[in-house]
Nanobody
């Protein structure tokens, strides 16, 4: 059973940067497509970024495109979300997700229904 542990959240001022990390357990991390989602108070969970298992394909939501970068280091079993130029609208709990079910396609998945393993979430709070 894959488990995900996020880290790197915190409180910062608008315009700052933060890097989130997600370290799945297990020895088959390189087989998993990964994604980052977030949920702000009173709002539905939304997709932020996603990356294929090889790292060759990436997705970004319009709200973060140009500011956030998703990456992965399969040798270190870690996926990252680099967040720059943060605004108060980025305040949310950020979740890492893994698609651990086998798939022949090396692609990203931007829909939360495609993911079967979720982390516990890490809070990101951006003050104005």
């Amino acid at each position: 059973q894959v488990q995900l542990v996020e880290s790197g959240g915190g409180l910062l001022q608008a315009g700052g940067s933060l890097r989130l990390s997600c370290a799945p357990s297990g020895r088959t991390f390189s087989y998993y497509a990964m994604g980052w989602f977030r949920q702000a108070p009173g709002k539905e969970r939304e997709s932020v970024a996603a990356i294929s298992r090889s790292g060759g394909s990436r997705y970004y939501s319009d709200s973060v495109k140009g500011r956030f970068t998703i990456s992965r280091d399969n040798a270190k079993n870690t996926v990252y979300l680099q967040m720059n130029s943060l605004t108060p609208e980025d305040t949310a709990v950020y979740y890492c997700a893994a698609k651990s079910r086998p798939s022949f396609a090396d692609r990203y998945y931007s829909d939360d229904i495609d993911y079967d393993v979720w982390g516990q979430g890490t809070q990101v709070t951006v003050s104005s």
